[in-house]
């Protein structure tokens, strides 16, 4: 195992990015930047060379303008918050938020923009023993509309079994919320596009929504095109999201997906409740590499939550002075 640092650009404010690679036993790389906390890259050995498994941009220039959020870590609350504004009530107080995704029949708020936190430098401490790099970064009080001086801390971890691991832990001075994601665009083929990758989803519940805000109904996914309980091609077009089921665990995997040209396979766990499927619209990108579009598995409480009277919509309140520690485990088989 190796971490090794080189330079990712500047960014406009000047300030200069960094690149951390690490490598394990089989060859197998996996590249993060201080700016954003972004997963950039995971390189998988192949007979004609390395494949690039994520849509990723070669400077930290190309994520400063990405409004894709690739590889990012999305907080303090991923995916879209409505309600009247948007807003939410924590305490009986509202707090509204900005409109930043608009034309959904109501305004919501996206990613917690549009002061985002893939567009912050982040203190770093790599850890070679650990094969590990932890990213840091202040959120103060009423940062984004949040309520409350957060610490958080994203930390990546390269296993030898060829496993990026991601923790998410944070510590709050007042009641707030907090859900983080990664929002990591992958294409197991390395290029194309991702509609005959083999997807098998573990759940048998997915949340109704309307203009991908749910109504608060969790349906079964049985006679509906969110049925993967048994594998089968990736449907065009997703951005929906699955539920835990009793039997869920960390150890366990709850999504396989299969590269239909190189049958490399990524297998991901985490211990949080849901998990948002969303594949990206066929076009040529700016980012690096030749892939036409990708799909991103972003694990998360339900969306919109905080706003729903369903005791099934875990609300995603941290309570002051309790630490917060979740894990997504993202494990390529090749």
């Known amino acids: 195992m190796s971490i090794t640092v080189t330079d990712f650009g500047l960014t406009s404010k000047g300030q200069a990015a960094k690149l951390y690679t690490i ?78 995704d608009q034309g959904y029949g109501q305004d919501i708020n996206l990613h917690s923009g ?114 993967y309980t048994k594998e089968r091609p990736v449907e065009n077009f997703l951005d929906d999201n699955w539920c835990q089921e009793p039997h869920h665990c960390l150890e366990k995997p709850r999504i396989r997906c299969t590269g239909d040209q190189t049958g490399i396979a990524l297998e991901v766990h985490t211990d949080l409740p849901g998990f948002q499927l969303y594949t990206s619209p066929d076009a040529p990108g700016a980012w690096k590499g030749s892939m036409t579009n990708a799909i991103c598995f972003e694990s998360q409480f339900y969306v919109n939550a905080v706003n729903i009277d369903n005791p099934e919509f875990e609300k995603p309140i941290l309570k002051a002075g309790e630490p917060f520690h979740s894990e997504t485990w993202y494990h390529f088989i090749f």
């Not at 929002?183 to 519940?205: E, K, M, P, V």
């Open 23 to 100: 490598t394990n036993q089989n060859g197998c790389q996996a590249q993060f930047t201080d700016y954003g906390a972004i997963w950039v890259n995971v390189k998988v050995p192949a007979a004609d060379g390395p494949l690039d498994m994520l849509q990723h941009f070669d400077s930290s220039a190309g994520y400063e303008t990405d409004m894709g959020h690739h590889g990012s870590p999305i907080g303090r609350v991923a995916n879209r918050i409505a309600g009247a504004g948007p807003a939410f009530i924590l305490n009986g107080r509202t707090y509204p938020l900005p409109a930043t």
């Open 114 to 227: 549009p002061n985002y936190y893939d567009k912050r430098l982040y203190q770093t401490e790599p850890d070679e023993q650990d094969n590990s790099i932890r990213f840091s970064l202040f959120s103060p009080h009423m940062d984004q509309g949040y309520p409350g001086n957060l610490k958080l801390a994203v930390t990546y971890q390269l296993t030898d079994d060829n496993t990026v691991k991601i923790s998410y832990d944070a510590v709050c001075d007042k009641d707030t919320l907090f859900n983080m994601t990664n929002h990591a665009y992958f294409n197991l083929n390395g290029q194309g596009t991702i509609w005959q990758h083999r997807l098998w989803i573990d759940s048998t519940r997915y949340t109704e929504s309307v203009d991908c805000v749910p109504t608060g109904r969790i349906l079964p996914v049985a006679d509906t095109r969110f049925d």
